[in-house]
């Protein structure tokens, strides 16, 4: 490990490792981030795409198996206005695929989730069940929701992929920021989606950080073993976050497509697109991506309301038996994934950083 790193996320935390489980929403499990907290890293759910009544059990399940500090995640995406000819159009433009699968396409497409801007259940929820640490993806709340999270004594996390995406987040009071490079698996942190993307890596866009801002910086994107904390450390890394590393855990929900996928070559050829959600986001090489390849963004509904397609294609391919059009979400490290259960894989990413 690094012979000094800054240690303020630990001490604040009381971790024993500077080790962050990524939420990814979907996948995460209350026993994944139990594992996780209970080894001394900070676990961590994804909520985002729950109702605040499921969000509540699974805070309450984590709780069950685990005293220790966990981080949950919401998204604060702009909410989606729909456009019934853009999305119409998109279903026509996938009946193929589905018609492929003896299946047919939605009659429409819904809004499958709330964002946290106008998520008011949720946001009561949080303040009730006072988690040791949220944090936002996509944007910030408003400002007045994170003066009342923050008097709740909250912690706050929020993450950026350029500076000035940082800067906004330092601005407004939140605790830490999660440099998220563009290695990283699953969706994009841009606040602005159709707006331009500096593409920045995780170990550039960490450095930068970390000599503009005053808050601590989470190196998150690519980081697959130790050796990998170790290097966002001696950058100046508060801590690191890792999403992909947990996927082929056995405690993660990752379904056995998901898991097959990760041990395949797909892994090597990760591809980031907006054909599967209307969000640009990292995955495995298969099926889905390779349709995005030739897809406008301007044809994709808003998000998620794309994403409502996208689940609907995924399911009937699992139903006919036919894999490659899943959300398999998964950063540029993905070849690196290792297939034993948590706890085991924090001893191991302890001892190589120990090394490191």
Request: aromatic share 6%.
């Amino acid at each position: 490990m690094a012979s000094t790193y800054d240690r303020r996320l630990v001490d604040l935390l009381e971790l024993e490792l500077p080790i962050i489980q990524a939420p990814m929403a979907g996948v995460a499990t209350p026993a994944l981030a139990a594992a996780v907290s209970n080894a001394g890293g900070l676990g961590s759910l994804g909520l985002a795409t729950s109702t605040a009544t499921a969000a509540r059990e699974m805070i309450g399940a984590l709780r069950a198996q685990s005293n220790r500090a966990f981080n949950v995640n919401v998204f604060c995406h702009k909410p989606a206005v729909a456009d019934p000819a853009v999305e119409a159009a998109w279903i026509e433009q996938l009946r193929p695929e589905f018609e492929r699968l003896g299946a047919e396409p939605p009659s429409r497409l819904t809004l499958l989730w709330k964002s946290f801007l106008e998520d008011d259940d949720m946001f009561a929820m949080l303040l009730e069940e006072k988690p040791r640490v949220v944090s936002f993806h996509f944007g910030l709340p408003s400002p007045e929701r994170i003066s009342a999270m923050k008097s709740a004594g909250i912690i706050l996390f929020a993450s950026a992929t350029n500076l000035a995406e940082a800067r906004a987040v330092a601005a407004a009071g939140i605790d830490a920021v999660v440099a998220q490079g563009y290695e990283a698996g699953g969706h994009r942190g841009l606040f602005d989606p159709d707006g331009p993307d500096e593409q920045l890596g995780t170990m550039a866009l960490t450095r930068v950080l970390v000599r503009n801002l005053d808050i601590p910086v989470i190196a998150a994107g690519g980081i697959m073993d130790g050796a990998g904390i170790a290097a966002a450390l001696r950058l100046g890394a508060a801590a690191a976050q890792l999403g992909t590393a947990f996927i082929a855990c056995p405690e993660s929900q990752a379904d056995e497509g998901y898991r097959q996928a990760l041990r395949s070559e797909a892994a090597h050829h990760t591809v980031l697109t907006r054909v599967i959600s209307g969000r640009p986001a990292r995955c495995l090489s298969n099926r889905f991506t390779a349709l995005g390849a030739s897809v406008s963004p301007g044809d994709l509904p808003a998000y998620p309301l794309t994403y409502d397609a996208g689940k609907a294609l995924a399911a009937a391919a699992k139903a006919a038996g036919v894999a490659g059009y899943g959300a398999h979400w998964a950063g540029q490290g993905a070849p690196l994934a290792r297939a034993v259960p948590a706890a085991t894989l924090m001893s191991q990413l302890a001892a190589e950083l120990e090394a490191g």
